[in-house]
């Protein structure tokens, strides 16, 4: 049973932006801090952002003034909003549900010109 789902990832040329979603069942969103995550090719998986229910949310120092965290409790989604990108953003981007140990199948994101 898939309960995370990512979309919006792709190919974007350095400075360019892009806008990850996750959609969550109702009650992993409502219950769950959610956060976004990156593991690059031959580096371990980096932490870079979280929000809570509440819509408290904390960036990772590398990624701070660039990426902001959201959410859309309609929608039961989270988004990732991705600008000025540079090459070394290139990565697999997953989210996830903060302690309960459920993941997304994660997007591929590539910065290239």
């Known amino acids: 049973q898939v309960q995370l789902v990512e979309s919006g990832g792709g190919l974007v040329q350095p400075g360019g932006s892009l806008r990850l979603s996750c959609a969550a069942s109702?009650?992993?969103?409502?219950?769950?801090?959610m956060a976004w995550s990156r593991q690059a090719p031959g580096k371990q998986r980096e932490s870079l952002a979280l929000?809570?229910?509440?819509?408290?949310?904390k960036y990772e120092a590398s990624v701070k003034g660039r990426f902001t965290i959201s959410r859309d409790n309609a929608k039961n989604t989270v988004y990732l909003q991705m600008n000025s990108l540079k090459t070394e953003d290139t990565a697999v981007y997953y989210c996830?549900?903060?302690?309960?140990?459920?993941w997304g199948q994660g997007t591929q994101v590539t910065v290239s010109s």
């Open positions: 929000i809570t229910p509440g819509g408290s949310t």
């Open positions: 109702e009650r992993i969103f409502s219950t769950y801090a």
């Open positions: 996830n549900a903060l302690g309960s140990g459920i």
